[in-house]
């Protein structure tokens, strides 16, 4: 049986959902309950079979480093993993194939079991998504039955990992750019594989990119997409004689130009005896020429030229002046042109004095300000000496070091066990790092008078929350000499309830991505501007109260085996 998902990402089929879902399925129809390891369901099994399934069990997920040498991390995933819980249920050919994959001992009654599982019994709290997060900090505690959560860990840390990472990505290359600056991304033909491609689109845009050039992605989230032409389209023509229909209606409507051509052949004339510009170029290509005024036919009020396809300043930009120059005689303004090849920094700046110059020469209002947009394997390192050399760069499209987090392969996100039956679970290791910090916990973000994050702090779940105003003492979670007392003007609570089955309990509502995309900018302005540089940041402190510091301790202590020296 197939099963396919509505417009809205809803699995309809009454063996997919139990009852009817009131949040949409995950956006990817891969995203089943079979799309985990099988560990997962060998687990489930020695639970189910020890009788430990519905053991009421907490796990956190959360993050060690932080990525690309930086020292903060953009949450996000978590509208995906809600989807999927809100949705989790095992259609019966997947319980035929689990029945054939695992071990032919497996009893009947768990196979049962499964088909009978849902995840109503299983709360989730989380950070809001597209919230700045730190390393150790839950980024979602899910509770409910252990064998339950327990197949959750697979697709949880999968929706999550590249979210946040490619997130991330998106926000350091804002920073880097500036507000100012137009960010598109430019990366499907590069990503890994389909699904990679637009959830590079929307976690991307989420991290403060403005558009896309993915059509899929703009039509599932409503992203704004952009784009022109390509090399092929300049290189396709051969020469003016191509073009055929050469008439164009001014932008008002009241007059129609019969030679759209002739006038763009007389602005290039024009600007070819204008003596500021004698010496930068001659004869220009004509087939690049034909392109141009063939595009600019098809879209007047949309005209944007790739210029590098034969050079740049002998040919392109004097070709797009003479076309965009023809337009503007019938009330239409070109967009601008994109630059793919060579010295970025160099071009754009003589571009720029390119265009200032028709303005005053010719009295163009606004020319000089025509748009430069950039591309070319661009990445956060190329955007910083772009920075440093002096460009005229309006926007850049950034495509294959964005989407593929080429600096860094993956976030690293674990899944840990941190209490079972009210019984606190610790995980130890000789590299203090890996250690988890045990028993269900609430996270606080404690401000200070200049209105920046001080600091964000673990505490038990029940321990009264820190107070504004108030001096607390924050440990270093592993390291004793490391503490510092703080008397926050504001604290925030982290963690909200965005899933349970309990109709007591108020459940937070999932934000648009839009939203999601507004908190994370909001949040990356609020952080200090030492902990967002790309050079040797500052570090950002996670602690934990004086209290569950020395928990941790003890179970630690109680947990390791003692050796025995003879």
């Known amino acids: 049986m197939d099963v396919k998902p509505d417009v809205n990402g809803v699995v309809n089929d009454e063996n997919r959902n139990h009852q009817p879902a009131t949040i949409a399925g995950p956006t990817n129809p891969m995203v089943t309950p079979l799309l985990t390891d099988l560990y997962q369901f060998t687990m489930a099994y020695a639970y189910w079979k020890a009788g430990k399934n519905n053991e009421r069990a907490v796990f956190d997920l959360y993050f060690r480093k932080n990525p690309f040498g930086g020292e903060y991390t953009v949450f996000a995933g978590l509208e995906e993993c809600i989807r999927f819980i809100a949705n989790f249920k095992f259609l019966k050919e997947e319980i035929t194939f689990l029945r054939e994959t695992l071990p032919p001992t497996c009893e009947d009654g768990f196979f049962d079991y499964l088909q009978g599982i849902d995840c109503s019994d299983v709360e989730v709290y989380a950070i809001p998504e597209g919230s700045v997060v730190f390393p150790k900090v839950p980024l979602m505690r899910v509770e409910g039955p252990v064998a339950v959560v327990q197949l959750l860990e697979t697709p949880f840390v999968n929706l999550i990992n590249y979210a946040s990472l490619v997130t991330t990505n998106a926000a350091r290359h804002r920073f880097v750019a500036g507000k100012s600056k137009l960010l598109l991304e430019f990366g499907l033909r590069r990503a890994q594989g389909p699904d990679g491609g637009i959830?590079?689109?929307?976690?991307?845009?989420?991290?403060?990119?403005?558009?896309?050039?993915?059509?899929?992605?703009?039509?599932?989230?409503?992203?704004?997409?952009?784009?022109?032409?390509?090399?092929?389209?300049?290189?396709?023509?051969?020469?003016?004689?191509?073009?055929?229909?050469?008439?164009?209606?001014?932008?008002?409507?009241?007059?129609?130009?019969?030679?759209?051509?002739?006038?763009?052949?007389?602005?290039?004339?024009?600007?070819?005896?204008?003596?500021?510009?004698?010496?930068?170029?001659?004869?220009?290509?004509?087939?690049?020429?034909?392109?141009?005024?063939?595009?600019?036919?098809?879209?007047?009020?949309?005209?944007?030229?790739?210029?590098?396809?034969?050079?740049?300043?002998?040919?392109?930009?004097?070709?797009?002046?003479?076309?965009?120059?023809?337009?503007?005689?019938?009330?239409?303004?070109?967009?601008?042109?994109?630059?793919?090849?060579?010295?970025?920094?160099?071009?754009?700046?003589?571009?720029?004095?390119?265009?200032?110059?028709?303005?005053?020469?010719?009295?163009?209002?606004?020319?000089?300000?025509?748009?430069?947009?950039?591309?070319?394997?661009?990445?956060?390192?190329?955007?910083?000496?772009?920075?440093?050399?002096?460009?005229?760069?309006?926007?850049?499209?950034?495509?294959?070091?964005?989407?593929?987090?080429?600096?860094?392969?993956?976030?690293?996100?674990?899944?840990?066990?941190?209490?079972?039956?009210?019984?606190?679970?610790?995980?130890?290791?000789?590299?203090?790092?890996?250690?988890?910090?045990?028993?269900?916990?609430?996270?606080?973000r404690l401000y200070g008078k200049e209105g920046y994050p001080l600091l964000d702090i673990m505490s038990g779940e029940d321990e009264p929350p820190p107070k504004a105003g108030e001096r607390i003492l924050c440990r270093h979670p592993f390291q004793e000499s490391k503490r510092a007392f703080v008397v926050p003007q504001r604290v925030e609570e982290l963690m909200k309830c965005y899933w349970t089955g309990n109709p007591d309990k108020e459940r937070a509502e999932l934000p648009t991505l839009k939203e999601n995309r507004e908190r994370c900018a909001q949040h990356l302005d609020q952080m200090r501007p030492d902990h967002m540089r790309k050079l040797n940041p500052t570090p950002y402190k996670v602690s934990v109260t004086a209290k569950l510091y020395d928990f941790i301790h003890f179970l630690w202590l109680n947990e390791a085996p003692v050796g025995e020296l003879q």
């Open 199 to 444: 959830s590079a689109s929307r976690y991307c845009y989420m991290g403060g990119f403005d558009a896309t050039s993915n059509c899929a992605a703009g039509k599932i989230f409503g992203i704004p997409i952009r784009g022109t032409h390509s090399h092929a389209f300049v290189s396709s023509f051969m020469g003016p004689d191509e073009i055929i229909e050469k008439s164009l209606i001014s932008h008002d409507g009241s007059q129609t130009c019969e030679d759209f051509t002739s006038v763009v052949q007389t602005w290039l004339s024009k600007l070819k005896r204008l003596g500021i510009l004698k010496g930068i170029f001659g004869e220009t290509n004509q087939s690049e020429l034909a392109a141009f005024i063939s595009y600019a036919l098809a879209f007047p009020d949309n005209f944007l030229a790739l210029v590098d396809t034969y050079d740049v300043m002998r040919s392109g930009i004097p070709n797009f002046c003479a076309v965009a120059l023809a337009l503007n005689d019938l009330g239409y303004k070109a967009r601008g042109i994109r630059l793919d090849s060579g010295d970025l920094a160099y071009l754009s700046c003589e571009t720029r004095k390119f265009f200032q110059t028709i303005e005053n020469e010719f009295g163009v209002p606004g020319f000089g300000k025509t748009g430069i947009t950039a591309s070319n394997d661009l990445n956060e390192e190329t955007l910083d000496a772009l920075n440093k050399q002096g460009h005229e760069v309006d926007a850049f499209g950034i495509g294959t070091y964005l989407v593929t987090c080429y600096a860094q392969a993956a976030l690293g996100c674990v899944f840990k066990l941190v209490e079972i039956n009210n019984q606190p679970r610790i995980k130890l290791s000789e590299d203090v790092v890996k250690v988890s910090i045990p028993c269900k916990k609430r996270s606080f």
